[in-house]
């Protein structure tokens, strides 16, 4: 069984600063990796995915994302957010083995200040 | 193009009261999926649906059921809800059962169990 886990639940930065949303996953095979973006009230959308190839991927909106197996990590980073990157972040992993079902992580709430 | 709609946005049921949750998409996908996050837990997956006609259970599939009535149509239903089934569900679907095809998500619903 796969699983996720997410090591910030709250990540408060200042508009312009660069982040890092850190995720870490379990898995006993071959892993499909995803960061989804949740805005206020709305529901979630595709930021970025690693499927094969290129560690670095890159996003939407200026998000990008490594893939590190020795690590077994899939942080996401920008270098400078804005005021509307405010919105919760979810990492999630389909195994490829179960009509590709996602085991989510539980969440990290990115809070951009002024 | 509306994507993936959900009905109702709001519901307040109280405890032993029945009701179904609706889910459509336009994108000719096959397959469709019913999750709930609940704070802290990022979203858990409750049934899925790989193409028109099979439904299986996910995560945590107690107390619900679900219709897969056609191939744009997937509905849960609540037959005795209770306090614990507070939560907001989203319907999400994608072209195929692969692994890596993206999934898209409905706006959810906000179910209160009172």
């Known amino acids: 069984a796969q699983s996720v886990t997410q090591l910030d639940s709250q990540v408060p930065v200042f508009e312009e600063a660069p982040v890092e949303l850190r995720c870490n996953y379990s898995s006993s095979v071959s892993v499909y990796l995803f960061w989804y973006v949740q805005y206020p009230n709305q529901g979630l959308q595709l930021l970025l995915k690693y499927l094969s190839g290129s560690t670095l991927v890159k996003g939407i909106n200026g998000f990008e994302a490594e893939f590190n197996k020795s690590q077994t990590s899939f942080h996401l980073r920008k270098p400078s957010v804005h005021i509307s990157d405010t919105a919760e972040y979810f990492c999630?992993?389909?195994?490829?083995?179960?009509?590709?079902?996602?085991?989510f992580g539980q969440g990290t709430i990115l809070t951009v200040h002024p | 193009n509306a994507g993936v709609t959900q009905t109702p946005k709001f519901q307040v049921l109280k405890t032993g009261q029945s009701m179904t949750l609706q889910c459509a998409q336009d994108?000719?996908?096959?397959?469709m999926y019913w999750y709930r996050q609940d704070p802290g837990m990022g979203l858990r997956l409750i049934y899925y649906s790989a193409s028109e006609g099979t439904t299986d259970k996910g995560e945590v599939p107690n107390g619900y059921n679900v219709s897969r009535l056609n191939k744009r149509e997937f509905s849960l239903r609540l037959e005795s809800a209770a306090p614990s089934q507070t939560s907001v569900y989203f319907c999400?679907?994608?072209?195929?059962?692969?692994?890596?095809?993206?999934?898209?998500f409905g706006p959810g619903t906000r179910l209160t169990v009172l």
């Open positions: 999400a679907s994608k072209t195929t059962g692969g692994a890596t095809d993206t999934q898209y």
């Open positions: 994108m000719n996908h096959n397959s």
């Open positions: 999630a992993v389909s195994d490829g083995t179960s009509y590709g079902k996602l085991t």
